[in-house]
């Protein structure tokens, strides 16, 4: 027997496909959502190569018609949804004056109103149901930003505060909104799908150098990272099947860390020991670039 209908946005890789194959492997009737539907014969391998079945579907984070329709398909299919998972989004790495308008926009589409189309999309019927789970995979990013990556931080950041209100919104239903915030993972997102701006790596740009050595430090907590989609999959899992689940589940030690010391230490203290040795690590490794000594590498 089925454990309910779930769908999964984002399902062509990483770690969308990871967890929709998780929970397809917990019992679950799920439905994996991709943008290309040439993406689809590479989901049903994957699902094959670990024995178990899931169904694909088209869905379109930047046309909010696209995710009416498909929910609504879903729903006359499967009879209704017991959970969403947002997790469809796009990144954005480039310093904010080396971004283009359209790109900002293009991201916020996809991980914002992308977002909250597919979940206006689904509420109705989890509330005509009684019964229902809105999971948001987020990010550390969240929760504290990073050198490069402040336009994809800003779209993380509105996530946590929609899922926030939407908690509140939706409780006396008997609906649940869940955030999963995973540290740095290793995927897609840093190779095929690392999302460049256009003019990230533009020579003639101020913060060339520093954002050549920010990836760098990246590349190298990434490779770090013990943290794995099939952590963040079981978050998941954990969230759709808690009988009282949190707003928010923090995965991998050095992302729980992190928001630990950001919130019991001081504010100055943390900017200097977090913020601070991030951008030493990244002067260091840009000596010649404006903005701290050439010589140490300290912050200005």
Same mark, same amino acid.
């Given at each position: 027997?089925?454990?309910?209908?779930?769908?999964?946005?984002?399902?062509?890789?990483?770690?969308?496909?990871?967890? *929709?194959?998780?929970? +397809?492997?917990?019992?679950?009737?799920?439905?994996?959502?991709?943008r290309d539907l040439d993406s689809v014969p590479a989901v049903k391998d994957a699902a094959?190569?670990? /024995?178990?079945?899931?169904?694909?579907?088209?869905?379109?984070l930047a046309d909010p018609d696209s995710a009416r329709e498909t929910i609504d398909s879903?729903? !006359? $299919?499967?009879?209704? @949804?017991?959970?969403?998972?947002?997790?469809?989004?796009? /990144?954005?790495?480039?310093?904010? $004056?080396?971004?283009?308008? #359209?790109? =900002?926009?293009?991201?916020?589409?996809?991980?914002?109103?992308?977002?909250?189309?597919?979940?206006? +999309?689904?509420?109705?019927?989890?509330?005509?149901?009684?019964?229902?789970?809105?999971?948001?995979?987020?990010?550390?990013?969240?929760?504290?930003?990073?050198?490069? =990556? !402040? =336009?994809?931080? %800003?779209?993380?950041?509105?996530?946590?505060?929609?899922?926030?209100?939407?908690?509140?919104?939706?409780?006396?239903?008997?609906?649940?909104?869940?955030? @999963?915030?995973?540290? @740095?993972?290793?995927?897609?997102?840093?190779?095929?799908?690392?999302?460049? %701006?256009?003019?990230?790596?533009?020579?003639?740009?101020?913060?060339?150098?520093?954002?050549? +050595?920010? $990836? =760098?430090?990246?590349?190298?907590?990434?490779?770090?990272?013990?943290?794995? *989609?099939?952590?963040?999959?079981?978050?998941?899992?954990?969230?759709?099947?808690?009988?009282?689940?949190?707003?928010?589940? &923090?995965?991998?030690?050095?992302?729980?860390?992190? @928001?630990?010391?950001?919130?019991?230490?001081? $504010?100055?203290?943390?900017?200097?020991?977090?913020?601070?040795?991030?951008?030493?690590?990244?002067?260091?490794? #840009?000596?010649?670039?404006?903005?701290?000594?050439?010589?140490?590498?300290? &912050?200005?």
């Amino acid at each position: 027997m089925s454990a309910g209908t779930v769908v999964v946005t984002g399902s062509a890789s990483g770690l969308g496909l990871q967890t *929709a194959l998780h929970l +397809a492997g917990r019992r679950f009737d799920v439905y994996a959502t991709v943008r290309d539907l040439d993406s689809v014969p590479a989901v049903k391998d994957a699902a094959a190569a670990r /024995g178990v079945s899931l169904k694909t579907r088209r869905l379109d984070l930047a046309d909010p018609d696209s995710a009416r329709e498909t929910i609504d398909s879903v729903v !006359s $299919e499967a009879g209704g @949804i017991l959970a969403l998972v947002n997790n469809g989004g796009i /990144g954005m790495r480039g310093c904010l $004056e080396d971004t283009t308008d #359209a790109e =900002v926009r293009r991201v916020f589409e996809a991980n914002v109103f992308g977002t909250i189309a597919v979940t206006k +999309a689904v509420l109705p019927h989890m509330r005509a149901a009684g019964r229902g789970r809105i999971i948001t995979i987020s990010s550390v990013g969240g929760r504290i930003s990073s050198f490069g =990556v !402040s =336009v994809y931080c %800003a779209t993380k950041f509105a996530e946590e505060g929609l899922t926030e209100g939407l908690a509140l919104e939706i409780a006396p239903f008997g609906l649940h909104a869940v955030l @999963i915030e995973p540290g @740095i993972i290793k995927t897609t997102r840093w190779s095929t799908n690392r999302g460049l %701006a256009e003019s990230a790596l533009d020579p003639d740009s101020a913060y060339h150098d520093l954002f050549r +050595a920010s $990836e =760098v430090v990246s590349d190298g907590v990434v490779n770090r990272s013990k943290t794995t *989609a099939s952590d963040v999959a079981e978050a998941v899992y954990r969230a759709m099947t808690d009988p009282k689940p949190k707003l928010r589940y &923090v995965v991998g030690r050095p992302a729980s860390a992190a @928001i630990l010391l950001r919130r019991y230490l001081p $504010e100055r203290l943390f900017e200097k020991l977090y913020f601070g040795g991030l951008m030493r690590k990244i002067q260091g490794k #840009a000596p010649a670039t404006l903005g701290g000594d050439p010589e140490s590498g300290r &912050v200005s």
